[in-house]
């Protein structure tokens, strides 16, 4: 049960803060414009970058020792904060070199502003740190939520008078204030400035590779934004950072919520033929719920931001839709990385990993100057390669191989391919974005619940079991 009890709040925290931030930036972008979000999506990887080099990967290392101390955690705190306050300082008279860079005078002072967040979190670290490692995470949901609705308000008020981007800075500065009083109040944390050279030197190596593979990770993420940033309008990269928000959405609240409960058990099991049909299952479930989702994205983009953003926003739907195929096979590339994991193939993740982010900028340099649409075509053929790469590297090592996992995303795939078709021509032409979104969310559930049913898709199958099952029990308590 107490295992259960953690899944349960891990699970409520990240769709929790993730539904608000949702909401939150919806109703924000209805106050905001695409160039307000631009500015801000310009200073991504600086910001990523800072925040990679404060934490250093000293957080992962402080879970995974045994015998940790409160020297331990106080010696990385004064780390991290020490790191913040020099990486601020470098960001405060570097301010006018990145406005120069990106031409936008407005990011002298948004860099300035922006980066006390480092500052702010660096202080957080160590003690967000300390309540996984214990595994608290109540305190840490009731922390992280409560934080990020007391932020989204004070943004979205900033928004209605009028503040423009300020409002987004304010947001991220909320967040990290909050988080600081609430874990003063919540668990009685306070400070403690003892440094020890020894533990630092102790905890180094590990941490120092981590830090290489998050810094890898954080230049791949965010380089496409400062190449829009840099040689495409502002607005452009406003647009194109609403719908990497929509797609972080998509793809990270399951895929959050499906590793966070499944992989613990897998990497338990030491019976490789087990695992093999653990990570077969996995995929298949992965892979019924996100493309069921992702090609209602891809079939509905121009209603659906329409009547969340408003009419300003509509050049994000073709990105949207250019994005959502790009990471269509997230779900395979996130599956195979993770089976590599379990089999102790670090060098394998880490050559992945550069492979990976080298294709995706080998295909940036490629298409950056035609635009914003031609940049995520590139993308899609980056991932793609990529995709397939891992198939042919990672599922061999459990016996789990291309040809296996061929067959479960053909399955997976026909039914809601098919029924996105279909429900966007019977939709297209239904007139207001309302009757267009309700046309096609209601031809598409059927399509796809027929064609699945007509090909024996076992997922649906046992879905149905299961909800017959509820009823049955329902049912009989009435009684």
């Known amino acids: 049960m107490g295992n259960r009890n953690h899944y349960l709040w891990s699970t409520f925290n990240r769709i929790g803060t993730q539904s608000i931030g949702f909401i939150g930036n919806v109703i924000i972008a209805r106050q905001l414009s695409p160039d307000d979000y631009g500015l801000i999506a310009m200073l991504a990887i600086i910001m990523g970058i800072a925040w990679n080099f404060t934490e250093s990967g000293f957080g992962d290392c402080l879970i995974r020792k045994m015998d940790v101390t409160k020297l331990d955690y106080d010696t990385i705190f004064v780390y991290n904060l020490v790191v913040s306050l020099i990486l601020y300082s470098v960001l405060y008279f570097s301010a006018p070199l990145i406005a120069t860079f990106f031409e936008r005078h407005e990011l002298i002072e948004i860099t300035r502003l922006l980066g006390i967040a480092i500052i702010l979190n660096a ?63 919540i668990n009685k944390w306070k400070p403690f400035f003892h440094f020890s050279w020894e533990r630092y030197r102790q905890m180094k190596s590990f941490s120092n590779n981590m ?124 599956v195979n990385a993770n089976i590599i994991k379990t089999e102790n193939r670090s060098d394998l993740y880490r050559n992945l990993t550069f492979l990976r982010n080298g294709l995706s900028l080998i295909s940036l340099l490629l298409t950056y100057k035609y635009g914003v649409e031609m940049i995520l075509i590139g993308q899609i053929f980056a991932r793609y390669i990529s995709v397939i790469i891992d198939v042919f590297y990672c599922g061999p090592q459990i016996e789990f191989g291309p040809i296996q996992q061929l067959k479960v995303i053909t399955i997976q795939l026909v039914g809601p391919l098919s029924a996105c078709i279909l429900a966007y021509l019977i939709s297209k032409d239904a007139g207001k974005s309302i009757h267009q979104i309700v046309i096609f969310g209601l031809v598409y559930l059927f399509a796809i619940l027929l064609i699945n049913k007509l090909i024996k898709n076992q997922i649906q199958i046992e879905l149905f079991k299961r909800m017959r099952i509820l009823c049955k029990r329902s049912t009989h308590l009435k009684h």
């Open 123 to 185: 202080i957080t670290i160590t003690e967000f740190t300390r309540m996984m490692k214990e595994l608290k995470f109540k305190n840490f949901a009731l922390i992280q939520i409560s934080s990020s609705l007391i932020s989204v308000v004070v943004a979205y008020l900033m928004a209605l008078e009028g503040y423009g981007y300020y409002s987004l800075i304010f947001q991220a500065l909320t967040f990290s204030l909050v988080n600081i009083f609430l874990i003063t109040v």
């Open 211 to 334: 830090l290489i593979s998050y810094f890898t990770n954080q230049i791949g993420q965010n380089l496409y934004s400062v190449f829009i940033g840099k040689f495409q309008a502002a607005v452009s990269l406003g647009y194109y950072n609403q719908a990497s928000k929509i797609n972080d959405a998509n793809f990270q609240s399951i895929n959050s919520v499906i590793l966070t409960t499944s992989y613990p058990l897998i990497a338990k099991e030491k019976d490789k033929s087990i695992r093999k049909s653990m990570y077969h299952a996995l995929l298949n479930n992965f892979l019924f719920i996100q493309y069921g989702i992702c090609f209602f994205i891809i079939g509905s983009a121009f209603p659906l931001i329409q009547i969340l953003f408003g009419s300003k926003w509509l050049t994000t739907a073709p990105y949207l839709i250019l994005m959502t195929i790009a990471y269509l096979f997230n779900p395979v590339m996130t």
